[in-house]
Nanobody
């Protein structure tokens, strides 16, 4: 199995950028679909972006399309989420997750989850 570990969160002003990293321990990340999800206080967990284990096809929520980019570096066993043009509504805890099958935007198709990293965007 694989254990994702997120890093890179922080406080940033609106319009700024952050890059989140998700490093894998255990099995190699290239064997898994990897997704980013976020959860703001009082709100449901929300799909942000994902990258498929084969062919590196990427998927994005409409709310982040054009602003966020997901990528993977297999040599470093790490997946990144580059976030730009950040808005206050992007404030949330961001979780990285790994899974093998199923609809890639559904959180219950991911078996392995990291603890999350806080992203706060000030206006």
């Amino acid at each position: 199995q694989v254990q994702p570990v997120e890093s890179g969160g922080g406080l940033v002003q609106a319009g700024g950028s952050l890059r989140l990293s998700c490093a894998a321990s255990g099995r190699t990340f290239s064997s898994y679909n990897v997704g980013w999800f976020r959860q703001a206080p009082g709100k449901a967990r929300e799909f942000v972006a994902a990258i498929r284990r084969s062919a590196d096809v990427t998927y994005y929520a409409d709310s982040v399309k054009g602003r966020f980019t997901i990528s993977r570096d297999n040599a470093k066993n790490t997946v990144y989420l580059q976030m730009g043009s950040l808005k206050p509504e992007d404030t949330a805890v961001y979780h990285c997750a790994a899974g093998v099958t199923g609809e890639i935007s559904r959180y219950n198709n991911y078996a392995y989850w990291g603890q999350g990293t806080q992203v706060t965007v000030s206006s």
